[in-house]
């Protein structure tokens, strides 16, 4: 780092600035034999809930407490969910960078736009080298929750900056729907039942075919609470709810062909490897059965 220092003192009387001193200068950064190792790893918590307001809409009621604040009556939808895991799922990646002797940077200070750099391009010889990715997933099951709440509350402004602003009120979750996920893999019969307690005459097909198998079981229910929130301070105090029992919907027994790439109801596995019949469903793929997850969620929403 050079300087090229020439301090006038008669500009001193108006105050210090460093231009009275430094006329000029430079500063350089030299990289050799500059490596580095970056390694990402991930291990997914085995809860995890969300909720995101979309909008606060204040409604038409309003009243003004002189000397206090003001109170109004708002309206506020949230977008609800999560997940939870019973198992473990791991992530790691992550990858080097290798950097060429000579890499530098020299920082113009009388003249910024002078500044110049060498050996900065990737064209320059440096190297970033991807490490393995490694993946281990444990799971006997995951839940995925989808919902939306409906919030109608009273929102308390002060006009003292010292309080911050408070919202209380009731809320009423249209009905939430949960997804159990449960991959069974084999040992299974068209409707996921365990071999063992089945009479089926088409067991040993079963258990032929059926070598990758999920388990679908959706389930809705509907929730009713008080409420209380703080600005500025994260989450929704729910200070009582009333959850009733799920509700079952149907469910689903899939599996999955690996070659393929697609989901297939077992029970039409089944029927292509005895010849019993066609497929009444066309085979669809997992992204196919996400879209209809979630479509399913938003149709209960409307409801």
Same mark, same amino acid.
């Given at each position: 780092?050079? $300087? /090229? ?22 500063? !350089? ?42 109170? #109004? ?31 530098? @940077?020299?920082?113009? @200070? ?11 391009? #990737? ?62 893999? !084999?040992?299974? &019969? ?8 089945? !009479? ?11 070598? &990758? ?5 959706? !389930? ?38 690996? /070659? ?23 085979? $669809?793929?997992?992204?196919? @059965?996400?879209?209809?997850? @979630? ?9």
């Amino acid at each position: 780092m050079d $300087f /090229d220092i020439d301090c006038q003192t008669e500009k001193l009387e108006d105050g210090f600035d460093t231009h009275d001193c430094i006329q000029g200068g430079g500063a !350089s950064i030299e990289l050799n034999g500059f490596w580095a190792h970056m390694d990402l790893y991930t291990n997914l918590s085995q809860n995890w809930d969300f909720e995101a307001s979309i909008y606060r809409i204040p409604l038409s009621y309003s009243l003004k407490l002189l000397g206090v604040g003001s109170a #109004s009556l708002v309206w506020e939808p949230f977008l609800i969910g999560g997940y939870q895991l019973n198992g473990s799922i791991e992530i790691d990646y992550g990858f080097e960078l290798t950097v060429p002797d000579g890499a530098g @940077l020299l920082f113009n @200070l009388s003249d910024p736009d002078k500044s110049t750099q060498s050996k900065f391009n #990737s064209t320059d010889g440096w190297n970033i080298t991807a490490l393995p990715f490694n993946a281990n997933a444990a799971v006997d099951a995951i839940t995925i929750t989808l919902g939306l709440r409906n919030a109608l509350g009273m929102h308390f402004h002060f006009d003292t900056n010292l309080l911050p602003d408070v919202t209380a009120g009731a809320y009423l979750d249209f009905p939430v729907i949960s997804t159990k996920i449960t991959p069974l893999h !084999s040992g299974v &019969n068209a409707s996921c039942q365990p071999l063992a307690d089945s !009479s089926a005459a088409d067991k040993d097909v079963a258990e032929r075919v059926l070598t &990758n198998v999920y388990h679908i079981e959706p !389930s809705a229910v509907v929730d009713v609470g008080f409420y209380g929130e703080i600005l500025h301070q994260d989450g929704t105090l729910s200070v009582y709810n009333n959850t009733d029992d799920p509700w079952p919907l149907p469910t689903a027994c899939l599996n999955f062909d690996a /070659d393929a790439g697609r989901y297939s109801a077992a029970a039409d596995v089944i029927k292509d490897a005895t010849g019993a019949g066609r497929r009444t469903v066309d085979p $669809f793929s997992a992204q196919q @059965l996400a879209v209809g997850v @979630l479509c399913l969620a938003a149709a209960f929403m409307l409801v």
